[in-house]
């Protein structure tokens, strides 16, 4: 069997999920790799490890189809002919999943400092837990929820922030959480699975305030 990672919706982590139900090692880390982005830590593979079991393609393996699984190298071929590495998709990508690229230390506030940070205007806050894998397989499209928020608002100053809880929060949290505040007070809180019609309730709860 052959093994390809479409890396254009592949998000290269080294908690890939394909990787993690891989029973002989055939999909790997490697750490000094360079990735699409110049950076190190590539996501590989090892077909000569490779038994056909299927599971990086199956309900525990890959959620977003970025694992190509093939009987033979020339069907793999075939189904990757045209597929090439877009680097305008990988920066996109990283860009609505983490909201930078690479993510500004700036705009990261540990749990315990957040209070800091919410004294005035809107801001919103990302929530997530470095051990969490659901916080990469639901990463919250930040950069366009600003912008969905400054033009709600009519405020330009939107403030975002990522919060790093993962010291506060336990595996029975779902994560990841996504919190808008307005003048210091928690407007609204999303918690897991995003979707942007839930910014419909940012948009009704402005008249209250």
Not at 46 to 61: R, Y
Not at 93 to 118: K, M, Q, T, W
Not at 141 to 146: K, L, Y
């Amino acid at each position: 069997m052959a093994i390809k990672f479409n890396f254009n919706v592949c998000d290269n982590s080294p908690e890939c999920s394909g990787k993690a139900v891989c029973p002989t090692g055939a999909i790997y880390w490697d750490e000094l790799g360079d990735n699409a982005l110049g950076e190190k830590g590539i996501l590989c593979v090892d077909n000569a490890k490779c038994i056909s079991c299927g599971k990086c393609v199956g309900e525990d393996g890959c959620p977003v189809g970025a694992i190509i699984f093939a009987e033979t190298e020339d069907i793999l071929s075939e189904l990757t002919k045209g597929l090439e590495l877009d680097i305008k998709k990988v920066k996109a990508l990283f860009v609505e999943r983490y909201g930078a690229e690479p993510i500004d230390e700036s705009i990261c506030v540990i749990s315990d400092d957040l209070v800091n940070h919410l004294h005035s205007g809107i801001v919103i806050v990302e929530e997530f837990a470095e051990w969490s894998i659901q916080c990469l397989l639901n990463s919250i499209p930040i950069q366009s929820i600003v912008e969905k928020v400054k033009m709600q608002s009519g405020v330009e100053s939107v403030k975002y922030f990522k919060c790093d809880c993962s010291e506060s929060k336990d595996e029975d949290d779902v994560l990841p959480s996504l919190k808008i505040y307005i003048d210091g007070k928690l407007n609204i809180q999303v918690d897991g699975y995003y979707d942007e019609t839930q910014l419909n309730e940012f948009h009704d709860s402005l008249g209250a305030n």
